[in-house]
Each structure stands twice: as structure tokens, then as C-alpha cells.
């Protein structure tokens, strides 16, 4: 077969010799029609799957209009594509290479001293630019439309459904005399409205007033009510002064419990500045701030698992048989899978400080480039 190479082929090789940027647009065009396959595929598996499920639920369950619903799901969709990008370049890649094997192709290219290396530059190129967009929208877009998406599930879904997505709450309320608030609680559940685990910190500018903590807050007449607790008072140097326990008092916080559901924000809905900022805060509390660490190192790691996939999608698309969509479907949801596996592991140590957050970001990433790099090496021979 490799003396029976198509006329496409040829003439391509041909070209390549005395025109090497031709192969980069070569290659970017048998990686174009794959990687659109792969971006339409996983996204409609993806809204399909939940999406659409989630949107039903709010027109049949909550008696949301279907304009509601579309809503809801095209505000869901950037933090889709955020996932589905990566790993349609992995199919893209797997396809590609798999059909430029299968013909022969990366034989001829070799036979006219093209190298695997030369190859496979358009691709890591490419997938470099999709990383970049990929950081651009889940800095700046995707955690505007995520929080549009919640307040309108808020805003439709029944009470019950929706308590479990309130832990590890940071509500910030300034009162009319400058005071600032600052409320922690390490659980919220919004059906029966209390919190656990309270830690309320009031200041006059940068001085602490005082310093509550509390085994819960419950919602109660119009109020919040802090039970089974103590409050530090602090003079104008910084020095405790006073300390009074307590079993039952209010707490000056005006928000109701829908309120607070309302303008609570996640990690996925905010920018990166917004989560250093909040871990700064926690770090001024003493409280576990690991865990928002690990979220802000992977605003900038997930979008590079774009680069790492193409890494490993190149040099298994050049194992034989690996042309079928079908079989590079396949072969692309179990390195996803794998993937995954291994970045849940990691980024768990990380939210339980067993792993510095940078690393637990970041190691996944590096393992599988690692076994890209290996791999190709080994495909060049």
C-alpha cells in the first residue's frame, strides 16, 4: 500500500519538500473536521445527559417557561465548551493521525525525511490557542453565565431541591455606620434555614470590633439567632478586652436565608481575583481556606489539559486501526476517564492540605504529558 499512496497524497509530499508550511495547513485541515465532530458530539452528550434534564425539570416541575429553560441552558453552556474543548482535541488528534496511518501517509512523510516531530507542531500550535481561549472564557465568561444559570434554578426550583449546593458560605454585608461583616459558616442548608459553624467577624475599617463564634445560626422570626457561642471583644489596639458567652443571641445580619442563596457565590461562578481575594479573607480568619486554593490553581491548569490531551491523542492515533470514529470515540472517553480519575485523586488531597494545591493542580497535567512525550518518542523511532 505504501507504493499505492492516493493522488492527494502524493501531491501533497510532493509540495511539502520545497513548501513546509503546507504540511502545517495540511495537518490543521485533517484535525479541523474531527475536532468539530468531537465539539458538537461531547457538547450534545453533555446538555443531553444533564442539561436538558435540569432545564425539563424547571418548565415541568416549577412551571418555568420554556424561554426560562433555553435560558438557563445557554448560560450553562459556556462551562460545557470549557469541558468538551479539551476533549475534542484529543479525538481530533486520534482521528487524524489514526487516518494518516492508516493511508500510509506518516510512512511517506518519514520516506521524504518529514519527522513525527515536524508532524505534530500544528497540532500542539493549535492546541495552545484553544488552551488560551479556554482561559480567556473561564476567567471572564464562564463564571458570569454560571451564576446567571443558578440564580435562575434559584429563582424557579422548589426550596427542597437546591439546599445541598450551600457549604462553606463567605457572606460580606457593610451596615450604614461603616461597619463591615463578615460571616462565615461552614455549612448552610437553605430548606430549614441555619447555618453551622458560625464565625462572625465585624470591623471598623481594618480594626476588629468583635469576633463571634457559634455552633449554629438559625432563621428564625425575621432574624438570625446565634446559639451556644462566644463573642471576643477587641479595643482600638487589636487586644481582646472582653468576652461574653452566650446559649442564644441575634445576629445583626439583614439577609435572608434566599437572600443569601441568592448572592452567594461558587468558585465555578467566580474570576480568579475574586478567589484570591476570598482566600485572603479566609487566611484572616483562620479558617480552611485549601480547598478555594485548589479552585484557583485550576482556573489556569484545566485549560493546559487542551496541550496535555493532544499529547497523548497524537502517537495513540498512530496505533493501527484507530481511523474509525467509532473506535476513537472510544478510545478518547477512556483517556478522559483516566484522566479524571487521577485529577478527582489529586485535587481531594488538595482540599484536605495532603497535597500543596499548586502540585495537585498540576500533577495530573504532568503525568500524562509525560506519558505523551514517551509515547511520541517512541512512535518516531
Not at 459553624?197 to 428564625?220: H, I, M, Q, S
Request: proline share 4%.
Amino acid at each position: 500500500m505504501v507504493s499505492m499512496l492516493n493522488l492527494r497524497s502524493s501531491i501533497i509530499l510532493r509540495k511539502a519538500i520545497y513548501d513546509l508550511p503546507l504540511i502545517d495547513s495540511y495537518i490543521l485541515k485533517e484535525i479541523r473536521g474531527p475536532f468539530l465532530f468531537g465539539l458538537s458530539a461531547f457538547t450534545i452528550l453533555y446538555v443531553s445527559c444533564g442539561l436538558f434534564f435540569r432545564a425539563a425539570s424547571l418548565i415541568i416541575e416549577s412551571k418555568a417557561s420554556i424561554k426560562v429553560g433555553i435560558y438557563f441552558i445557554l448560560n450553562s453552556l459556556p462551562q460545557v465548551i470549557i469541558y468538551t474543548i479539551p476533549m475534542s482535541i484529543l479525538l481530533a488528534s486520534l482521528l487524524a493521525f489514526g487516518r494518516l496511518s492508516s493511508d500510509c501517509e506518516v510512512i511517506a512523510f518519514k520516506a521524504n525525511g518529514i519527522s513525527l516531530y515536524r508532524l505534530i507542531i500544528p497540532v500542539m500550535i493549535m492546541s495552545f490557542m484553544l488552551s488560551m481561549i479556554t482561559l480567556v472564557f473561564n476567567e471572564f465568561i464562564v463564571p458570569g453565565c454560571s451564576y446567571n444559570a443558578r440564580k435562575i434554578a434559584f429563582s424557579t426550583m422548589a426550596v427542597q431541591k437546591i439546599e445541598q449546593l450551600s457549604n462553606n458560605l463567605l457572606i460580606r454585608e457593610n451596615s450604614e455606620d461603616g461597619t463591615e461583616k463578615i460571616i462565615y459558616a461552614k455549612k448552610y442548608d437553605l430548606q430549614n434555614g441555619f447555618m453551622e459553624d458560625v464565625v462572625f467577624n465585624e470591623f471598623a475599617g481594618k480594626n476588629p470590633l468583635r469576633v463571634t463564634y457559634a455552633d449554629k445560626a438559625v432563621w428564625e422570626d425575621h432574624s438570625w439567632s446565634l446559639l451556644n457561642g462566644k463573642t471576643y471583644g477587641y479595643n482600638p489596639t487589636g487586644e481582646v478586652n472582653s468576652l461574653i458567652s452566650f446559649g442564644r443571641t441575634t445576629m445583626s445580619l439583614k439577609k435572608s436565608p434566599r437572600d443569601i442563596a441568592d448572592t452567594q457565590k461558587f468558585p465555578e461562578e467566580m474570576t480568579s481575583w475574586e478567589i484570591m481575594d476570598r482566600i485572603k479573607r479566609e487566611k484572616a480568619m483562620n479558617l480552611d481556606y485549601h480547598w478555594l486554593e485548589v479552585q484557583y490553581h485550576m482556573k489556569f491548569s484545566s485549560p493546559f489539559i487542551c496541550v496535555v490531551f493532544a499529547m497523548i491523542g497524537v502517537p495513540f492515533g498512530l496505533r493501527p486501526h484507530r481511523s474509525s470514529s467509532s473506535m476513537g470515540f472510544g478510545i478518547s472517553l477512556l483517556i478522559i476517564f483516566m484522566y479524571y480519575v487521577i485529577m478527582v485523586t489529586f485535587t481531594t488531597l488538595g482540599n484536605l492540605n495532603f497535597v500543596p494545591a499548586f502540585l495537585a493542580c498540576w500533577l495530573p497535567n504532568i503525568i500524562f504529558a509525560g506519558a505523551g512525550i514517551y509515547l511520541i518518542k517512541k512512535a518516531a523511532r
